[in-house]
């Protein structure tokens, strides 16, 4: 009988999960992007201050060293929200996400120093029309996108490797190449990365704190795809250069 009890009491309680989450669902997706949107805003104001400063931009880029403890430090940043996320607070885990996207605002500045506003504009409405129609793909389709993650991940460490040989070779046509899948790779990413975040949304405990930082994880997520497709964009619409 107690047997019985607690399985009802089971259900119950699942089911009150469930009607929880599927309440608050469209709140936390509301938050994903709000926190992308925010974060791509700070680059962008960032980026524009350092392109405009042509001082900082000679400091950042006359010798490699800045440019290098920068990208250390974004990606020292990306690893510790990633590994502790449960364990900081959500005021915390939002403000080193600010940290970042200033940070990578600021590695960002020589796109205004080197290409047109226009060109940097097209780009950025392209990124935003393809990034936008990935994402409701992602977060629509009935068809499970885990392997492809798979498949894309593998892709993604190829597609850094020949980055960094052609960092040698200087070959304008591997460039192209890389260029090409790069964009391949990172518009597939946007779905698979929209369609984990809408599972974990679901599979949280609840609607507090640890769904928003879900979300807010999530977001960080997406504005690294969304960055990186601009960056591959960019490469086809920059050649009219200043």
Known sequence: MNMDFNNYSNVVNNHDRELEMSRAFPALMRKVYVWMAMALAITGIV???????????QALYISKGPILIAALVEFGIVWYLSSRIYKLSLASATLWFILFSAINGLTLGWIFAVYKIAII??????????????ALIGSTTKKDLTKMGGILFM????????????????SSTMDYIVSIIGVIVFTGLTAWDAQAIKRNLLM????????????????????????????????FFGNNRD
């Open 47 to 57: 980026a524009y201050g350092a392109g405009s400063s042509p001082a900082l931009i």
């Open 204 to 235: 949280a405990p609840d609607a507090g704190e640890s769904a928003q930082k879900i979300a807010l994880l999530g977001s960080l997520s997406l504005y690294l795809d969304f960055i990186n497709l601009f960056l591959y964009l960019l490469r």
């Open 121 to 134: 504009a097209k780009t950025f409405f392209v990124t935003a029309g393809t990034f936008g129609a990935m």
């Open 155 to 170: 892709a993604l460490i190829g597609l850094i490797i020949a980055s960094l040989v052609n960092m040698f070779l200087q």
